[in-house]
């Protein structure tokens, strides 16, 4: 059973940056395809940025291009968030999700991760 425990979040001011933390446990890590999400109460989840297994391959949500980076150590079976500029309507629960095959036309779509972590929450003032 594949266990994703997620940290890192906190309440910080608008243009903060914060880092992300999600680590695996009970599978195998280098074969899955990691994913990162967001989800406001009343809302669905949000597909905010993707990994490949080994790292190669990364996407975002066009409102976090240039700001947000995915990364992972395969050795320390942990994928990284970290969000720079963070704005005031960015706050949420942030999950990690993992799979172990996703089509890259479908890297944003929740239905499509096996495995869920519980989320940590960002709070961002203004």
């Known amino acids: 059973q594949v266990q994703l425990v997620e940290s890192g979040g906190d309440l910080v001011q608008a243009g903060d940056s914060l880092r992300l933390s999600c680590v695996a446990s009970?599978?195998?890590?280098?074969?899955?395809?990691m994913g990162w999400f967001r989800q406001v109460p009343g809302k669905e989840q949000e597909f905010v940025s993707y990994?490949?297994?080994?790292?190669?391959?990364?996407y975002y949500t066009d409102s976090v291009k240039g700001r947000f980076t995915i990364s992972r150590d395969n050795v320390k079976n942990t994928v990284y968030l970290q969000m720079n500029n963070l704005k005031p309507e960015e706050p949420a629960v942030h999950h990690c999700?993992?799979?172990?095959?996703?089509?890259?036309?479908?890297?944003?779509?929740?239905?499509?991760?096996?495995?869920w972590g519980q989320g940590t929450k960002v709070t961002v003032s203004s």
């Open positions: 999700a993992g799979s172990t095959e996703v089509s890259i036309s479908y890297v944003s779509s929740p239905r499509n991760y096996e495995y």
């Open positions: 009970g599978g195998t890590f280098n074969t899955y395809v």
């Open positions: 990994i490949s297994w080994s790292g190669t391959n990364t």
